[in-house]
């Protein structure tokens, strides 16, 4: 589904965002600015002609968001009247807006989505928004009014304690799994449904995503295979096919230090694997007292000298050697790649990450006018572009500086030229 025409805001404040629906006239997308999770779902729409908006406070001189591409910037101060009131219409003529805060924050500040939608007899402010609120922990549970962070959700989410490890502790996939994939990308699926039931109802409503429970959702199936008597996850943590303890399903290290992933684990896959393996071995003169067959790979008191087997031939040759003996075959073994490397097989010949998937007849762009591909988008760059769309004339722009709601900065400088 193409998105272009869309605009979207976001503020140092919170992050929101707005997605407009050009059919009908709408013209925007809200988006206060916040740290992944948020700014990562606001891509996903810029990149697909979204007008996304990011909302930054006055106090910021310049934020680290790289996520920032096809974007647009407003400073708006929300604890100044005239600020609010600004922050009101842009979200008032928008489609979605996309709250990161913890709850109750964008209520107290009077933009809940009590102001926006109508409820009984009483007429909200604008009925077909999408407001989808991106939250830390669950919204009822007993967390959520607390601080947290990517490893912290998925703590809590229960998937944490399957990952592999050490044998005192599991490890932590960076940050990808509660911000990006049980965050920002679940939270926009949210908005995509929703803009898909309001093209029957014409209504908007709330979106609710939060980073245990979206992580849960990504994760449903360890989490479930956790439960039953699937040799993938039931058994403890580190002795199971997907999780380190099988030797077919690892990464090794090579003679050069770099590193191969090994994923062979259907039997077909595996006789390749180790044919090739022992094949090889035998080329460079190895000599072994065992040398495993395609009956080993199940048999789990065979595992501890099928793993040395393999971690002692892996370190014989450099990576890029076993590269080329598991090339074009049905091994499951490739090489691990720096992101320097990865960039240059990208099918896209792009050393940057690409819209993904690809749509055929609508293939993803970003709008004009927005922070071009690699740049920092600085705080308050579109404020008049923006002031101006959302229908404020020369005299009501000037009296929103003068009152502060650009910010002191922003008022600082309209005096000084309004002296010359």
């Known amino acids: ?60 001189s310049s934020i ?30 928008a489609d979605v807006l996309i709250d ?19 409820k009984g007899d009483q007429k909200g402010l604008n009925d077909r928004l999408i407001y989808a609120r991106i939250a830390g922990f669950p919204r009822d549970g007993p967390y959520a009014y607390m601080a ?8 809590l989410s229960g998937v944490l304690s399957m990952l592999p490890g050490t044998s005192e502790k599991p490890n932590f996939p960076l940050n990808l799994l509660a911000d990006f994939a049980g965050g920002g990308l679940l939270c926009t699926t949210g908005i995509l449904l929703a803009l898909i039931e309001r093209g029957k109802s014409g209504r908007g409503q709330v979106v609710n995503a939060d980073m245990v429970s979206g992580t849960r959702y990504v994760s449903s ?18 002795s199971n096919i997907l999780d380190g303890g099988a030797p077919f399903y690892g990464v090794y290290t090579c003679a ?23 094949a090889a071995l ?14 080993e790979q199940f048999t789990k008191t065979d595992w501890p000298r099928l ?52 749509l055929a007849r609508t293939p993803a762009s970003s709008p004009r006018g927005g922070s071009p591909l690699g740049s920092i988008l600085e705080p308050g760059t579109h404020n008049e572009d923006i002031l101006m769309e959302l229908g404020f004339s020369t005299e009501e722009r000037d009296k929103l500086v003068q009152a502060g709601a650009l910010g002191e900065e922003a008022c600082g400088k309209w005096k000084a030229k309004a002296k010359l």
Not at 16 to 34: E, H, K, N, R, V
Not at 67 to 83: F, H, M, Q, W, Y
Not at 221 to 238: D, I, Q, V
Not at 256 to 278: H, T, Y
């Open 148 to 155: 947290g962070h990517d490893i912290n959700y998925i703590a």
């Open 282 to 295: 035998r080329n460079n003169g190895m000599k072994t007292e065992w040398t495993p067959t395609h009956a």
């Open 100 to 118: 990161p805060f913890r709850p109750g924050v964008l209520e107290r500040l009077g933009l809940g989505p009590e102001v926006f939608h109508h």
């Open 64 to 93: 680290n968001d790289i996520l920032c591409e096809g974007k647009r910037s407003i400073v708006l101060d929300t604890k100044n009247p005239a600020g609010l009131a600004t922050a009101k219409r842009l979200i008032t003529q």
């Open 307 to 358: 793993r040395q087997y393999i971690e002692d031939g892996f370190k014989t040759r450099p990576r890029d050697y076993w590269a080329k003996v598991f090339q074009d075959s049905d091994a499951c073994a490739v090489p691990v790649l720096t992101p320097a490397e990865a960039a240059l097989i990208d099918p896209s010949d792009s050393t940057r990450p690409v819209p993904h998937p690809q």
């Open 256 to 278: 050069d230090g770099k590193w191969m992933s090994l994923g062979c684990v259907e039997p077909q896959f595996f006789a390749v694997f180790i044919d090739r393996f022992n």
């Open 221 to 238: 199936f360890p989490l479930l295979n956790a439960h039953t008597s699937s040799p993938y996850f039931s058994a403890p943590r580190g």
């Open 1 to 60: 589904m193409a998105l272009n025409g869309l605009k979207v805001g976001r503020s140092a404040y919170s992050s929101c965002q707005t997605y407009l629906d050009t059919d009908q006239g709408a013209s925007g997308s809200a988006q206060f600015a916040g740290l992944a999770p948020a700014p990562f779902a606001g891509l996903i729409l810029a990149h697909h002609g979204a007008s996304v908006i990011r909302i930054d406070r006055p106090s910021l």
